[in-house]
């Protein structure tokens, strides 16, 4: 079972470029999300989807974008990379119903913005 | 005050040795309560989901307090394959998950 996948797992930027981080999974969730991950702070909410077509904001949104236009995908876009947005990105995906609070993570993507 | 808060350690353990953890949160309208565990870059997975009545599985046992709102985890006969960092993780709304900065375990030969 591949689970949930992110795509790339490394990638290193220049401020003020833009690229978008993908994020797949095959378990029929329909609840999917997108953390940050930094030194000495727990993992922030960016974004989250409870269903294909509806996004909306977490606890750090500024600077991001996402999508979710398949439900098996959820997409995180950083317009204009600032060096603020150096971090480790993990997406998650969560089933409906009594499981709905356990979630599922991907393997993390590590952006460094220079 | 943190929403949630625990010691980061690192608690450095003999292998067998009992070693226990505790998570403070703020919110008294907290929901639910997981502990998750996150191997040196690696993503979180989770470790127990948190009971009102406390629950046990294996060498875990996870505890919640929520007149003093606090959770605990407890590990017995602890292993190598226990050292990890890990998550408390306190659901405080609708989609909102808050974590803890991990306290790190390190087991020892």
């Known amino acids: 079972n591949a689970g949930v996948t992110q795509t790339p797992k490394f990638r290193v930027l220049k401020t003020g470029q833009s690229m978008t981080l993908l994020c797949a999974q095959d378990m029929n969730h329909e609840y999917m999300y997108w953390y940050r991950q930094d030194p000495g702070m727990g993992l922030r909410l960016i974004h989250y989807?409870?269903?294909?077509?509806?996004?909306a904001k977490g606890e750090v949104p500024d600077g991001y974008n996402v999508s979710r236009l398949k439900k098996q995908n959820f997409l995180l876009g950083l317009e204009s990379a600032a060096p603020s947005q150096t971090s480790v990105y993990f997406c998650?995906?969560?089933?409906?119903?009594?499981?709905?609070?356990?979630?599922?993570f991907g393997a993390g993507t590590r952006l460094s913005v220079l | 005050r943190k929403e949630v808060e625990q010691d980061p350690g690192p608690f450095n353990v003999p292998e067998g040795a009992t070693v226990a953890f505790n998570c403070t949160y703020s919110n008294s309208a907290s929901q639910s309560f997981f502990w998750y565990r996150q191997d040196c870059r690696k993503e979180p997975k989770l470790l127990m989901s948190v009971y009102s009545s406390g629950n046990e599985d294996g060498r875990f046992t996870a505890q919640l307090n929520r007149a003093s709102q606090y959770i605990s985890l407890l590990i017995r006969d602890s292993k190598l394959s226990d050292s990890a960092t890990y998550l408390c993780?306190?659901?405080?709304?609708?989609?909102?998950?808050?974590f803890g900065t991990g306290t790190r375990l390190k087991v020892l030969a």
């Open positions: 989807s409870v269903g294909e077509g509806t996004t």
């Open positions: 998650a995906s969560s089933p409906t119903g009594w499981a709905k609070n356990i979630q599922y």
């Open positions: 993780v306190v659901n405080a709304g609708t989609y909102k998950y808050i």
